[in-house]
């Protein structure tokens, strides 16, 4: 599927390719978080690299390694350099994969059969997670690969059971 997003200020406009569009992971880590301000947590999809295209690249300046155990991250984060939003990761380590925050992707997403709360042991405190049976929570990692739970509930675009 065709995913397009934009920044908040509409200097950044660009699309993605993703196969794994059902934003169902939400991370509460203190990166996520302070990087994004999104509800105490981030939803990051996967996507093809090769496949972004960016209009006004000229606007996208702000990348941000962030700091894990002492040590910048190789992983790029790339924000608006107008208004600061953050639009995407990319990690080198991974060359060939771009997660795109879903808060910046404008084309309407589906609801997820299951929420996947991970990195639940540096939440904020002021944070309400929801519970339930659609509701699946992680201290840290979940124990499924973005592309292994839309494969087990039947949703990796491109593939059948």
């Known amino acids: 599927m065709r995913l397009s997003g934009s920044c908040h200020c509409g200097s950044v406009q660009f699309s993605?390719?993703?196969g794994t569009y059902?934003?169902?992971n939400r991370c509460y880590c203190s990166i996520c978080r302070k990087t994004?301000?999104?509800?105490g947590y981030a939803i990051n999809l996967k996507a093809d690299a090769n496949s972004l295209d960016v209009e006004d690249k000229e606007n996208v300046k702000k990348v941000y390694h962030a700091h894990i155990d002492g040590k910048a991250s190789p992983a790029e984060r790339h924000f608006c350099s107008k208004c600061g939003s953050?639009?995407?990761l990319w990690d080198p380590r991974w060359p060939d994969l771009l997660h795109p925050l879903?808060?910046?992707i404008d084309t309407d997403l589906p609801k997820t059969p299951e929420t996947v709360h991970l990195m639940l042991g540096s939440k904020a405190s002021w944070v309400d997670v929801p519970d339930g049976p659609d509701h699946k929570h992680f201290p840290e990692y979940p124990e499924h690969s973005i592309d292994e739970w839309h494969r087990l509930h039947g949703l990796k675009e491109g593939e059948t059971e």
């Not at 994004?36 to 509800?39: D, I, K, M, V």
């Open 36 to 39: 994004t301000g999104a509800g």
């Open 86 to 88: 953050h639009l995407w």
């Open 102 to 104: 879903a808060a910046a």
């Open 16 to 18: 993605v390719e993703s």
């Open 22 to 24: 059902y934003p169902f």
